[in-house]
DNA sequence: AATTACCGCGAACATCGATCGCAGTATTGG
DNA sequence: CCAATACTGCGATCGATGTTCGCGGTAATT
């Protein structure tokens, strides 16, 4: 009989026996989020969220049975915070839209999700809801539920995709951009990458476009893609 | 003075002094890349790596400064794997969309591509030549240097992301698809998400569309999306 | 020939995720 | 009402990881 790696959300979150938890999981994943917030996914580690705790490293394990566990949590966490009580028009396109803009906020909120192992994620009862407003957006869309799913977890990678390429321009990481520009004089030596050292040059000076605008007219290419009436 | 970490493509693969290195970096490379193949990122550790050439742990770091710099060293050389001597037509979007259904067949080789932290990697001598082939894709098309970038960067997304969707649809992982089935199953049961308890339930049974075909339209619309002349 | 700069690598350190087992506490069953 | 039970908190610890130190040796430079 193989051990039950039994996802976090099908275990009740007390027992019916012992004293109550002096913590909760919800405090747990706040705890967790500050953190990655903070100083990215690396800095959610056991003994820092203890510590945040004021307990030992091994008091985490009595809410959850592994680091992964935890990062469902956080997930499904701050999927929280997306607002569903945004009605829907019927016109799935702009709903989806909308939920796209939305999302997006997220992950600019919480950039440590852009490094959440992708298809690793255990549907929480949160991302649940989410799932169901996605899909109360294409209900009356001819599509099989396979395509649907798909569909959803591809506008989800955009979104991902679009929020990475902002955080990117937005921050300056001096000692990256350092080395960048030390490659990029290299490149432009050899010779034999023109066209790079070219867009590189310019790219700096380059205007960059509305982000927003952008991210709206990609997205409606990949709905019209996906084959929703445009 | 701050420390230079200096990408690894700037230090020199070998000093002018001493021994010469009984190895090479390609060797390493190699050598990380099987093992990653194998069993994924997380299989690529110091040690492993050592014992499959036969030393300590130690040695590996007169050929890499960080495990990063292994990472880069990976993705640069499977990189390279990607055909550049296919003749460019002219037609910006024919040839961009032949180098993405080539890129794609390197993810479906390389899984654990998908796995590397996006923007984290430094463009190596073989990432180098690949940007430089897509760039002169893009040669004769009115756009900045810097939209020219970012749309190589977004179409490298997308096919991240339907070769992602096509390997978690080609394994099947048991053990998660048992606890997806028991999830599904309390979902359907609540009654809360029976728009998710449908779609799951007929997405087993859904015929897949043909993934090449599905590449192609939707990475059509997001070149359309980009404003190359369609 | 002496100096210098490099190579291989055993030993060790810090940190990480995770486990064990014990003392204490609330619930259950007789 | 009290033992049995099943839980909670957590110090100590394990194994694995990335990385550093420093030694003995080797080849190029001067």
Redesign the pocket.
């Known amino acids: 009989m193989p051990e039950e790696p039994a996802s976090i959300w099908l275990r009740p979150?007390?027992?019916?026996?012992?004293?109550?938890?002096?913590?909760s999981r919800a405090q747990i994943a706040a705890v967790a989020i500050d953190l990655a917030d903070a100083g990215g996914l690396a800095?959610?580690?056991?003994?820092?969220?203890?510590k945040a705790?004021?307990?030992?490293?091994?008091?985490?394990?009595?809410?959850?049975?592994?680091?992964?566990?935890?990062i469902d949590l956080m997930h499904d966490a701050v999927t929280g915070e997306v607002d569903l009580s945004v009605p829907l028009t019927g016109d799935p396109i702009d709903d989806l839209l909308s939920l796209a803009a939305r999302t997006r906020d997220l992950c600019l909120r919480h950039p440590w999700l852009l490094d959440v192992p992708v298809e690793r994620t255990r549907l929480g009862p949160r991302a649940a809801d989410y799932l169901e407003y996605a899909l109360r957006a294409l209900q009356h869309v001819p599509m099989t539920g396979r395509r649907k799913l798909e569909a959803i977890s591809l506008l989800n990678g955009l979104v991902m995709l679009f929020a990475q390429l902002e955080l990117q321009e937005r921050r300056t990481p001096t000692a990256r951009q350092a080395a960048q520009a030390a490659y990029r004089a290299q490149l432009a030596a050899d010779g034999r990458h023109p066209l790079i050292a070219a867009a590189m040059a310019g790219s700096s000076l380059d205007p960059p476009e509305d982000p927003g605008q952008s991210f709206e007219r990609m997205t409606r290419q990949l709905l019209a893609g996906l084959g929703l009436p445009g």
């Open positions: 979150e007390r027992g019916a026996r012992g004293p109550a938890p002096e913590r800095a959610v580690s056991t003994r820092q969220i203890a705790l004021g307990t030992g490293p091994a008091s985490l394990y009595r809410y959850v049975a592994t680091r992964d566990d935890l």
